[in-house]
Structures are given as structure tokens and as C-alpha cells.
């Protein structure tokens, strides 16, 4: 929704909570504008078909015509479980920008739909459940942030921000690495792509000369700039995102052969974690890793034979996850077999 848009709709719902009215000033200060723009948001409420009355004078505002009410919401059954599960799976995975915004707007829409209708929604929300566990926290993103880079992506705007660079990178499940001094970055940003509980943006970055990608929690004070420029043609923001994910700056670069296809190596390796390559000798999976052991267990879990070329430590994190399987299949009743 365009921001001058929601501002109207703002308008609205200050209208709506007093129905007595408010005036020019108040209704400027709490959304954020000049009395002028208010005047033009009543006005356009006005051509939308609300009977919005305006008051002149020193203390002259505006009010909704006595009686006045928004109608329900008509959405069909089918319609309201798929936008108000679609809020609460966004919450749950983290998709919302600001914490409180899934709130209020289930709220809003529960409060406008038909009595019926909420009574059997409320019923669905009451009882369900997932049978995935909630993700890690992640860093919340600006809405602003957010608004302003969807809009350079779709006018094919360049774009400047500040960019703050952890000192070390952790994993993404590893929590929120400390940062240095923002430094100034420009882009031409091609896509956004939500993954993980994370937002990220990837396009060409002025400054490196490359395609780079960048968290949207550590980005501030979005400029739009002149120019305009093209996304090259079968760009996938996307793929592009879940491989630099995959090769990302950890401590151990692994390289392992597969003994299988490319087609079903892909149905069990996630492209944010390894990026697969059919060879002579296999399809090499290729890695870069903070922590080996977990490397060792995916591993062990895909069902195929397979052949470590890099690190010989990974080596060794297989033979000691052999080692703890071969005791704890020994063990019967906490005993150890004879």
C-alpha cells in the first residue's frame, strides 16, 4: 500500500474512534503531516464516497456524517482464513517488519468483519497450532527501510544507505554479530528476498564493482538517486541470495563428493546451505561452514555414499559421530550390551 494511501486510511480511523471530530491541528500531528496534506486526505475521503463534514473557522476540522459506519468487511469464509493465517504465519516466521504491526492488523480485521464470520475465524486462531518449532529471533527491519528499497527495486532507482558490517560474522542462527561505524554503500537494488526470518536485498553495488547482497537490519537512511538501470535478464534474486548464504565467509571451506544424482542431491541439500556440481566423479557439494559437526550430521543423514575431499577435520567429526551411533545402538535399557 503507497504510504499517502495509508495516511488516508489513518485519517479514516482517527475520524472513525471520534465521531464528534478533531481538529486540522490534531489530526496533522498525530499522522505525521501539515495541515494542508490533511485537508487534501479529507478531501480524498470525500471522493471515495465517506460523508467526511469539515468545520471552518480558528478551530475548524473535520467529522464523519452522524450515524456513519464503515461497512463489514465482505470477505468470504475461504477469503478471511487465508488473510488472517496469512498474518499469523507471517508473524510466526518473522515476516513482519515491526513486532506490534501483525497485531493490530488481525486486530483491525477481526473488528470489521461479521459477527458469524469472526465467531468461526476466532475459533480456528483459538485452536491452532504449529508442529515446527518458533525460529530464532532475528533482528527487526525498518518499515522504512523496507518501503523505500521495494520502491527503488520497482522504479529501477539507484539507491544510497548506511551499512553497519559486524566485526565477525556469525551464523544466522547465532544472533546479532556487533557492528562497526555505518559505512556508505550505493546499489541498484534488483530484488528483495525474504529467507530465514531475515530480509535481504541483492543488486549491483556501485562501490565493489559486483553483485553484493545486504541484510536490510543493518541498512539506514535510504536515499533514492538520479539514474535509472536495468536488471540483467534472468536474474534471480532469489538463487542469488540462498548461494551467497550458502558460501558465505565461515571458518571452514568443505568440499565433498556425493554419490548420486544432481536432481535427487537437491531434493535433500537446501541451496542456502551447500551449492551442488555434477562432476566426472559425483556431484560435488561445496560449503563453507562455521561448525563441522553439523556438517557431519546432514551428512550422515542424506542416505548416499559419499567421499570428504575438504577438510580432513570433517574426517575426523564423522568418525567420532560413527563412534557415539555404535554406542548408543550397543545400549539397551541404559545398559551396554555384553
Known amino acids: 500500500m503507497p504510504q499517502s494511501l495509508g495516511r488516508v486510511l489513518g485519517l479514516l480511523e482517527?475520524?472513525?474512534?471520534?465521531?464528534?471530530?478533531?481538529?486540522?491541528?490534531?489530526l496533522a500531528e498525530r499522522l505525521g503531516v501539515d495541515e494542508r496534506t490533511v485537508r487534501r486526505y479529507a478531501l480524498h475521503l470525500a471522493e471515495l464516497g465517506i460523508p467526511v463534514q469539515g468545520r471552518r473557522g480558528r478551530y475548524g476540522g473535520y467529522s464523519l456524517a452522524p450515524g456513519y459506519r464503515l461497512p463489514p468487511l465482505m470477505l468470504t469464509d475461504d477469503e478471511a482464513v487465508a488473510v488472517l493465517l496469512g498474518l499469523v504465519a507471517g508473524r510466526r516466521i518473522g515476516l513482519s517488519t515491526a513486532a506490534a504491526a501483525g497485531e493490530t492488523a488481525l486486530a483491525k480485521i477481526r473488528r470489521v468483519l461479521p459477527a458469524a464470520l469472526r465467531a468461526r475465524t476466532d475459533a480456528v486462531l483459538g485452536t491452532l497450532d504449529f508442529a515446527a518449532g518458533?525460529?530464532?529471533?532475528?533482528?527487526?527491519?525498518?518499515?522504512?527501510?523496507?518501503?523505500?528499497?521495494?520502491?527503488?527495486?520497482?522504479?529501477?532507482?539507484?539507491?544510497?544507505?548506511?551499512?553497519?558490517?559486524?566485526?565477525?560474522?556469525?551464523?544466522?542462527?547465532?544472533?546479532?554479530?556487533?557492528?562497526?561505524?555505518?559505512?556508505?554503500?550505493?546499489?541498484?537494488?534488483?530484488?528483495?528476498?525474504?529467507?530465514?526470518?531475515?530480509?535481504?536485498?541483492?543488486?549491483?553495488?556501485?562501490?565493489?564493482?559486483?553483485?553484493r547482497t545486504f541484510r536490510l537490519d543493518r541498512i539506514t537512511a535510504v536515499e533514492a538517486l538520479e539514474g535509472s538501470f536495468e536488471v540483467p535478464a534472468g536474474f534471480d534474486p532469489a538463487a542469488r541470495v540462498a548461494a551467497g548464504l550458502a558460501t558465505g565467509a565461515w571458518r571452514h571451506e568443505v568440499s565433498v563428493l556425493l554419490d548420486t544424482?544432481?536432481?535427487?542431491?537437491?531434493?535433500?541439500?537446501?541451496?542456502?546451505?551447500?551449492?551442488?556440481?555434477?562432476?566426472?566423479?559425483?556431484?560435488?557439494?561445496?560449503?563453507?561452514?562455521?561448525?563441522?559437526?553439523?556438517?557431519?550430521?546432514?551428512?550422515?543423514?542424506?542416505?548416499?555414499?559419499?567421499?570428504?575431499?575438504?577438510?580432513?577435520?570433517?574426517?575426523?567429526?564423522?568418525?567420532?559421530?560413527?563412534?557415539?551411533?555404535?554406542?548408543?545402538?550397543?545400549?539397551?535399557?541404559?545398559?551396554?550390551?555384553?
Open 14 to 26: 482517527l475520524l472513525q474512534a471520534q465521531p464528534a471530530g478533531q481538529t486540522v491541528g490534531q
Open 261 to 338: 544424482t544432481v536432481e535427487e542431491a537437491r531434493r535433500r541439500v537446501p541451496p542456502t546451505v551447500a551449492t551442488l556440481t555434477r562432476t566426472r566423479e559425483g556431484v560435488r557439494l561445496s560449503a563453507r561452514v562455521e561448525r563441522l559437526g553439523g556438517m557431519a550430521r546432514m551428512l550422515a543423514g542424506l542416505g548416499f555414499d559419499f567421499t570428504v575431499e575438504a577438510p580432513a577435520e570433517l574426517r575426523a567429526e564423522l568418525a567420532a559421530l560413527a563412534d557415539r551411533l555404535r554406542a548408543a545402538a550397543g545400549r539397551i535399557d541404559g545398559g551396554e550390551t555384553g
Open 134 to 211: 518458533r525460529p530464532a529471533p532475528a533482528p527487526a527491519t525498518a518499515t522504512a527501510t523496507l518501503l523505500a528499497l521495494a520502491g527503488a527495486a520497482h522504479d529501477r532507482r539507484p539507491v544510497a544507505f548506511g551499512y553497519t558490517k559486524p566485526t565477525r560474522e556469525t551464523p544466522p542462527a547465532g544472533g546479532t554479530a556487533t557492528g562497526a561505524a555505518p559505512e556508505r554503500r550505493r546499489l541498484d537494488p534488483y530484488g528483495l528476498v525474504f529467507h530465514g526470518g531475515r530480509w535481504f536485498v541483492t543488486g549491483h553495488d556501485h562501490d565493489r564493482g559486483e553483485v
